[in-house]
């Protein structure tokens, strides 16, 4: 039994730990003491010194997986298999939000067992391990169906390449905790991907939640990870640009100042949507590809909206921002689905925010430099919107038509 940090109740604290080691110091001792025949002291010693200079040797652990707190709606990390998507829920039993994970109704098999594959939900991590790391696994979970959860070594999401130690699923909360040595097995051809966690073991549907995940790999203390390069695409620094806000500009001000663009909203809006600007525009994106987005701000608290794309095809999302007087840099993700010419854009919205916040930059990069584009940083904008927020042309030389546009963040009267 452990007591958990994070929960009010006593926990079961499930730990297994696989391979061997070097011999303790005090086994080495209790040894010698208790072997007449071990005469040799200066050998015992020698032995005895290297056994505490390996037990003295420290590592350290690093994560490899992107999140894990449904609080920040990660649904990325977790995946769910042939039950359907996990999705973020607020908490059953307690406070906050949990992920959710169905269950679907079994059937014995041949043997009069259970496939317990037949549901499961997948944590993904952000890189591969290979043979002869050691991993860590930990969450929080409970079931509303009490049950044995298999767990399962894979290459990409499907591709089984071993099982190890799982655990008895309860009816409250309960901390898993397992230290992994990466076989040959496990790590298959192209290395450990995704840990599957199979929960179809009996014949009723239930629900699985599961929150706080937490992957790491074991590296030396002395060894550093070398962070991918950032080959930036496109980077707003709000030197000379403003931002565009299309809906709503009546509840909401936008100024340069204080080394940034200072967002001011009034009161908060019906939509989150319907209080926008653009920071990013005419870059081209790839289909698939893994595209970051870090954003300098202070003084916001909240979901920090955002919609990356083209009009017609567009990834919408918000990132969690934790309320600070200072300046810090929040980091996100979006794969574009659809190729793109230089059209894209990079919108943030914040209609359900109210009070005043600042950016002072905006970055755009990617992590593979295999697809990144060659497109100069966006330092202002000149394209021209209508007041529905349509792109209509490049710059107000282009626009053929008289009428009320928006450019740079101003309203236009085009004659």
């Given amino acids: 039994m452990a007591k958990s940090a994070r929960h009010t109740k006593t926990i079961d604290n499930f730990v297994s730990t696989q391979g061997g080691g070097f011999p303790s ?170 840990i599957a966690i199979c929960l179809s073991s009996k014949a009723e549907a239930a629900t699985f939640y599961v929150n706080n995940v937490v992957v790491e790999k074991q590296v030396a203390d002395d060894v550093t990870p070398v962070e991918p390069e950032k080959q930036v695409i496109a980077e707003n620094d709000f030197a000379t640009a403003e931002g565009y806000y299309f809906w709503k500009s009546d509840v909401t001000n936008a100024e340069l100042k204080d080394g940034g663009l200072t967002i001011t909203n009034d009161v908060a809006t019906a939509n989150f949507w319907d209080v926008q600007y653009m920071v990013i525009d005419g870059v081209q994106l790839t289909a698939g590809t893994e595209y970051y987005v870090d954003v300098k701000i202070k003084g916001f608290s909240g979901t920090l909206h955002y919609n990356f794309g083209t009009w017609s095809s567009n990834v919408n999302g918000g990132v969690e921002v934790e309320k600070a007087d200072d300046w810090q840099t929040v980091t996100f993700k979006a794969v574009p689905e659809a190729d793109t010419d230089n059209t894209a854009h990079l919108l943030l919205q914040s209609g359900d925010f109210v009070g005043s916040y600042t950016i002072a930059n905006v970055k755009l990069y990617t992590l593979d430099e295999s697809a990144v584009e060659t497109i100069a940083p966006v330092k202002a904008n000149t394209a021209v919107y209508n007041l529905q927020g349509v792109k209509v042309a490049n710059s107000l030389e282009e626009v053929a038509a008289p009428g009320l546009y928006i450019s740079n963040g101003k309203k236009i009267i085009k004659k």
């Fill in 25 to 194: 110091p005090l086994s080495l001792c209790k040894y010698f003491f208790i072997n007449p025949n071990f005469k040799n002291m200066k050998k015992f010693l020698l032995f005895a010194a290297a056994a505490l200079v390996a037990s003295s040797a420290s590592a350290k652990w690093v994560s490899i997986i992107e999140g894990g707190k449904a609080a920040d709606g990660e649904t990325a990390t977790l995946q769910a298999g042939w039950s359907g998507p996990a999705k973020v829920v607020d908490n059953p039993k307690g406070e906050g939000k949990v992920f959710e994970c169905p269950i679907a109704e079994n059937e014995p098999n041949g043997d009069g067992n259970f496939d317990d594959w037949k549901s499961q939900m997948f944590i993904c991590f952000a890189e591969p391990v290979q043979e002869g790391d050691v991993i860590k696994v930990t969450f929080d979970n409970y079931c509303t169906d009490t049950r044995t959860v298999g767990m399962q070594a894979q290459g990409d999401r499907g591709s089984y390449q071993g099982n190890f130690q799982g655990f008895e699923t309860k009816s409250d909360w309960q901390t898993y905790s397992q230290e992994i040595t990466v076989t040959s097995q496990f790590a298959g051809a192209g290395g450990f991907k995704n």
